[in-house]
């Protein structure tokens, strides 16, 4: 199985990025796929998540409202689309998945069996 995450960049306060995470090695449209993010001398932090239905779709209260995670199971694709950016949103964005996952679960980084690189973004002016 491999993640393959990309579309990080530099970008100005209150721009958009849209982040992709492509899968390989396993059928997307059965795992429960997550974005963390982690900054330098921090945990990985839960970003959001999506089980395979599309339905549920967690986030993070500091993400909430600006950030929207949707998948296209056929092109074996997650996406994490990210307004209104701040500084705050700087750091290395990895997505994970695993395929026996509860809803529970899916905040925890330990939960997930399955992680591609980072991909970093970067929100400054």
């Known amino acids: 199985v491999q993640l393959q995450a990309s579309g990080g960049g530099l970008v100005q306060p209150g721009g958009s990025l849209r982040l992709s995470c492509a899968a390989s090695?396993?059928?997307?449209?059965?795992?429960?796929v997550a974005w963390f993010r982690q900054t330098p001398g921090k945990e990985r932090a839960f970003v959001a998540a999506i089980n395979w239905s599309r339905s549920s779709t967690p986030y993070a209260d500091s993400v909430k409202g600006r950030f929207t995670i949707s998948r296209d199971n056929t092109k074996s694709t997650v996406y994490l689309q990210m307004d209104s950016l701040g500084p705050e949103d700087t750091a290395l964005y990895y997505c994970a998945a695993d395929s026996s996952i509860i809803l529970s679960e899916f905040r925890s980084q330990a939960a997930y069996s399955y992680w591609g690189q980072g991909t970093l973004v970067t929100v400054s002016s």
């Open positions: 090695g396993v059928t997307v449209g059965r795992v429960a």
